[in-house]
């Protein structure tokens, strides 16, 4: 699997989670249940937004290695 294929496909997963999380949210309205977003949901998706830059980043930089060395 491709460097941007995982980074396409976390980015897919992540925002399949929060649409799953939305889903959650109409049955589970309570303190806690903001908590569980803010401590774990908020968190995972500023990691994951983080990683996809890095892996863009990454990614430009194994192709500019890839055409340096043809």
Do not use: G, H, P
């Not at 460097?3 to 799953?20: D, G, P, V, Y």
């Not at 401590?39 to 290695?65: F, G, H, S």
């Amino acid at each position: 699997m491709s460097l941007n294929s995982s980074k396409s496909r976390m980015a897919a997963i992540t925002r399949q989670l929060w649409l799953q999380w939305q889903e959650t949210r109409n049955d589970w309205k309570d303190e806690k249940s903001l908590e569980f977003e803010r401590r774990y949901l908020q968190e995972l998706t500023t990691r994951v937004d983080k990683a996809v830059t890095v892996m863009d980043k990454l990614d430009n930089l194994l192709t500019k290695v890839k055409n340096d060395c043809e």
